[in-house]
């Protein structure tokens, strides 16, 4: 794609970078088949391919408007199209960039405004959600259902498993495993399986709280982004120099947002050579545990004191930032049915759940449409349960099934902690 960028940003970073990501679209159009927003709307400004016009066209110096912004607004960024690109166009990256020009340039409505800095300035703080969620569940009926699917009943439905301990840091390999934001209200039971799970492989979790920046990121709240992955390093940095060899989360999302501190902090003087260090390390769960497959199915192997989730039949969902932005296929299935789990077929793997974030609050007609095809897509083996690896599908497929919905590694844990 030939470009032609406007003065005020060929020559910044984030214009030099846009420029190359401009030019490596070849217009194939591979990208609107994989496009969820395209398969619903049928209108090619919601597809990659007509988002990426739409940048460049803002990149070059036209005018923007509050249409341009709902193109943009619409995205969820699933990049199930860089899945499909076969010319490696990093499209949410230019998407990064072309949300954060036009959100300068376009002012929201008073609404939009309000909505948008109150989710950047509770989300992110544990304590915050944790005392919002006891609000809104004491209301929850009278929320609109956008936000009442947001808000978990007091006791949805849930499989009998035991609740794990954390256990004590004992062996000399250790990780850092961070909690995240709202993960520890929602399911504080993750995080524990996920480093009762590395206990039992000879792995200490130690526990760090906070957020990874995901959500003001994908909001363009610029600053607010840069100031929580500053804090982020400051205070990971200290068990990096201890040597802890991974920094874990059993968010999929998290580990993909702290998989882009480097770039995103490339041109920070201070911060971009321990920024390149920290997401070096950052890890899902599922790549920790992947990278230790033969010594979990040996440990799985061993005869069980008690049933657990032996033949269970289990819907596995694979979330976007799994299989499109770690690239993580293949991993956690075999894991499960080393487990003793009977995996049910899921139509349609690669489709987004409609869950993306906030994307569920600020976007609720088309993440309900979306939520649907998954859960009937999921439900369709008539499965005991739906497993998944990260807490905003979770939380989002829960509120629109009966089945249980947990976390994948809750499954696996029991198991090891059964054997």
Known sequence: MQTALADFIKNSPAGREADGILRSCVHCGFCLPACPTYQLLGDELDSPRGRIYLM?????????????????????????????????????K?????????????????????????LCSTVPYTSRVRILVRAARAVRALLPPA??????????????????????????????????????????????????????????????????????????????????????????????????????????ACASMMGDYGRLLRDDAHYAERAARIDSLARDISQVLGAESSRVRTMLAK?????????????????????????????????????????????????????AGTYSILQPELSEQLRRAKVAALEGGAP????????????????????PVCHWVELLAARLADG
């Open 94 to 118: 230019l998407l990064d960039i072309g949300r954060t020009l036009i959100e300068k340039r376009v002012p929201r409505d008073s609404v939009s405004a309000a909505t948008r800095y109150l």
């Open 147 to 252: 936000l009442r699917a947001v808000v978990p009943p007091s006791a949805p439905p849930r499989l009998n498993l035991p609740a794990p301990l954390w256990p004590p840091a004992r062996h000399a390999r250790r990780v850092v495993l961070i909690e995240g934001c709202v993960q520890p209200v929602f399911e504080p039971n993750i995080n524990a399986a996920a480093a009762q799970a590395l206990d039992r492989l000879g792995i200490s979790a130690v526990r760090v709280s906070g957020c990874c920046g995901a959500v003001t990121h994908h909001l363009s709240a610029e600053e607010a982004t840069l100031r929580q992955m500053r804090r982020n390093i400051d205070q990971l940095w200290p068990h990096v120099e201890a040597g802890m060899e991974a920094i874990v989360f059993a968010a999929s």
């Open 384 to 403: 005991d349960v739906i497993a998944t690896a990260n807490i905003g599908c979770l939380t989002h497929l829960r509120s629109g099934t009966s089945t």
């Open 303 to 355: 005869p069980r004191a008690v049933e657990g989730t032996h033949q269970l039949r289990v819907a596995f969902h694979a979330p976007c930032t799994l299989q499109h932005a770690l690239k993580v296929s293949g991993v956690v299935e075999p894991l499960l049915i080393a487990a003793g789990c009977t995996l049910t077929r899921v139509s349609d793997s690669a489709k987004c759940c409609g869950s």
């Open 56 to 92: 460049k066209q803002a990149l070059e110096g036209a005018a923007v408007t509050a249409r341009t912004q709902l193109h943009l607004d619409r995205c969820l960024t699933c990049r199930a199209c860089e899945s499909a690109c076969p010319s490696g166009v990093r499209y949410s």
